[in-house]
Structures are given as structure tokens and as C-alpha cells.
């Protein structure tokens, strides 16, 4: 499609610019305006280079050919991208968003599966129950439901102040916080949850900071919508941890994509200057991490639906939980 300026304009997930090498562009930008830079010249090169060989058309994937061109280097999760270059002048681009109800669909159950076990598990945490335990059990029923790939971290006491502790030794003490975050597969595509639970009734410090990490959950997930601007949601959710000035210890990024692989994009951080689409599915993740104490972090899988509309996944309680 050809703006009034002459850029072209990149609307949609599959996308067929028609004649692009005819129109003396040298830009592609998305809906958003936000400009791309495109070798013009090397993709008309190709195009003659195509029509010498026989060959109709070629499929450039992700890697430095496809930088050279566009100007851009996707992730390696997102390589269901590409660009294909028609030896009849015209080319289009394939984004993997996951815009057929299907691969929702599947996202939806795999979260049920998540949150089915979270309800499960908590009968069995108490004093002197193990990490590695809890692990077990999270592995086991998700297995069971019929989650595939299965997942966990389980962080207790100080352990819970690492964002991706990744032992299984620690040992629930009478006055404990337990966090667990994990996710399976349906069909390829994965959940992902975290929720943080007490031992014992937390002290006065403890409540403050899971309350934070909640509301900062729940405030970022209100801006969700197509169209929403990435930096604000991460900038709104610390917003809320800085009310008693805890952001500094939100060291990792807000959110990453889910989908065919655990982490994949849209990074959800303020360094991604993305406006939000239809078919895109990430978690929202805050958390604080007091270092050598606790550490809470409350997640969610969102996706943006046919509508436009957040659908938040996760369906488990985020009300302090204590056992």
C-alpha cells in the first residue's frame, strides 16, 4: 500500500506490496508510522537476478540477508517471518502472529491446565515440604492434564527474591513465602503463570509488597489493547512499585511473548518502542526481588484478541494467599 509521501505501508499480517520496486521508494513503515529502512535498490537487483535464473520467486527468512534489505533483524522466535521477493516485481511479507482462532484456542487450555493446578497444589505446601517436591507435583499434574514440555520454578524463602532460580533445594520453614511460576504446552503452544504464596501470615513489610506487585499486575493489564504503546504498560507498572520505591528491583523486562516457544516476542519493556496488535499473546510479569529476604512476582498470559480486546488467560486468584 502507498502512502500520499510515497513510503509503503506494511498493515497487515500478510502484507503483498504490489510493484515495489517500480515506485522509487525507499522505506517501508508499519501502521504506526514508525519507519523501517529498505534497500530498494539490492531488492530490485534481486528481482532481475530472479527473472534471469527461471527461478519466480525466493523466500528470504531472518538472518543478515534479510537485515541488508529491510533494515531489521527479527528474533529468533519469531522465524515464522520472512519476506518473499516475486521475480514479477512484487514482493510481501508473512508475520507470525497468531491471528487463527486455533492457536488461541490452545492457549486458553493450556492456561486452564495452569491454573486447574495451582488450586491443587497449595493442600500440599506447609512447613518442611521441599522445592523439589512442589517441582514434582507441578510436573506431574501438568503431565497428567495433558500439558506437554512441562516447566517450573519454585523459589522458597530467599530463593523467591531470584527472578530465575533454577535449584530445587529449599525447604518450607513455619513462616515462608513460596513462589511458583511454570506452564506447559496444548497443542505447541505454552502457558505460563507465576502466583506467590505465604506460610504463615506475613509480616506487615511482606503484605505491603505483595499488594504492590498485584496492583502493578493488575494496572498494567488495564492498558492492554490493540494500539497500546509497550513503554507505557511497562512504565505504568512500575509506576505502582515505585508508590513505596521498590522499581529499582524490578531488574528484568515487564513481559515477553509466548506462543510456539516459552519466550518469544513482543518484549514487553520499556526499550521497545511497539505498539500492540491483534494476535499478539506476552505475559505480564511484575515483580520485586529483595535480595538475601523474599521475593514476589505475580504472571499472566494476555493475548490481544480478533476485537482488539486484552483476554487475560489466567483465570487463578491473585488475593493473598495464606496457608
Sequence with gaps: MMSEDRKIVVPEPLVKVDDLCDTGADRIVDRKEMEVPMNAYYLKKLQEELKNSGFSAILISPGEELKFLLGFEPLFCERFQGLFVKADGSCFYVCNLLYEEEFKQALRESSAVVDRVFEEVLPMIKPGVTEKEIGDFLLK???ELGGGCAECIVGVGSNSAYPHYNDNKGVIREHDIVLM?????????YSDMTRTVFVGEPDEKEREVYELVRRSNEAAEELV???????DIDRRAREILDEKGYAWSLVNRLGHGVGYTIHEAPDIKRSNPVHLERGMAFTIEPGIYLAG?????????VVINEKGER???NHATKDLIVL
Design 141 to 143: 499434574r501438568m503431565t
Design 181 to 189: 511460576d511454570y506452564g506447559c504446552t496444548i497443542r505447541g503452544m
Design 225 to 231: 489493547r490493540e494500539g497500546a504503546f509497550i513503554p
Design 293 to 301: 529476604a523474599f521475593g514476589v512476582r505475580v504472571e499472566d498470559v
Design 311 to 313: 483476554e487475560i488467560l
